[in-house]
């Protein structure tokens, strides 16, 4: 065995992120009665001030579960079995959702991309204005794609349904790009958002939510597909309409913490740290490119998601050897999901981070590149600092 390393672990993964220390302090509190009106009041605080992150009026319901029981919840509570969804493709996670959708008895029809560009609006378009009966009830989009470091134009998405005057509901996940892109729910005309814990909301994993348009209170009162724990018929006639079973009061107490610090940074501050912050791996990887080395993985510049950066190894080489020689320096980077399974590492840069958290993450990538006999650019990181300077 290795000795442990020491020091921090600098962890560089799309999720689960960092937690900041004042969430873990908030956390830390011994169990108490969800019924109690104290804890009743901090709850529907919490719920209306994500209502505001997420930019909608509708009502959120949400289930001690990662980010796929709000995905199933998504499923049961809008659609009967045999109801046709039209999927966009994006990559790992477009691909997971499309399958539950099958579990479920539901027909997927799927826009199919290019993993390293995503699905494009067009085709969506057309997609909708071939299907004159309106067989498709609702059109799901991964906003980001955390697999490839994708992120699809939502709003492009909603234009296509508006011009093809196509009634489907907007689904849209936003478990990787909360809190770290913007995202403005109601104004972009989606019916429901999937959101989670760990990642831009910097929370342990195990809670996770659905934020549901009025239009999509309507579908669901006519959805007839089995269901009870994720049940929003069942929340609502709970004390606190959105939960059914024991609350995990900590977690909410650890939601206020996250709310209390992304309002004090500001929204917008947010995300222009994290575009910052993105750029800055971008600029690196550039440099990495050269000499036959790895590159960036999305091939769209206006795509270049902003909350997680995927790698794409050159031939010859697989990216679990730059994730091994990563860790023994105590730096945990991402791996690649599904087919790109040894031929991508991926950086998250989302949640609680600063310029050198990062410039650590990249000196140690870089470093792990040599140590890994993997042929790069040198001098990423100077690049990366040209972007951070003044
Ligand atoms: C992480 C993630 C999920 C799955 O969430 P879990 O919390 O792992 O269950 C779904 N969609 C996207 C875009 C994700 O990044």
Known sequence: MPPKPRGRLFFANPGPTNIPDSILRAIDRPSADFMDEGFIALFEDCSARLKQVLRTDGHIFMYAASGHGA??????????????????ESGYFSE?????????????ETVPADWRRGAQAEAVKAALAADTGHRISAVCTVHNETSTGVTLPVAAIRAALDETKHPALLLSDTISSLGSLPYTMDAWGIDLTVGGSQKGLMLPTGMSFTAVSQKAMVAHAKATMPRHYLDWSVMLT???KSFVGTIPTQMFHGLAEALR??????????????????????AAVKVWSGNDGPQLFCTDPVRYSDSVTAILMPEGHNAEGVRKAAARYN???GGGLGKLGGRVFRIGHLGDLNEPMILGTLAAVELSLRDAGVPHGRGGVTAAMETLSG
Do not use: Q
């Open 96 to 108: 997971s959702w499309t399958e539950m959708a099958h579990k479920f008895g539901l027909s997927v």
């Open 331 to 333: 730096v945990s980077l």
């Open 71 to 88: 995905w199933e919840a998504s499923l049961v509570n809008l659609f009967s079995p045999g109801d046709t969804l039209l999927m966009l």
């Open 238 to 240: 709970r004390r606190h």
């Open 261 to 282: 610090l992304l309002e004090e940074e500001g929204m917008e501050a947010v995300y222009a740290r994290h575009h910052r912050l993105a750029k800055a791996v971008r």
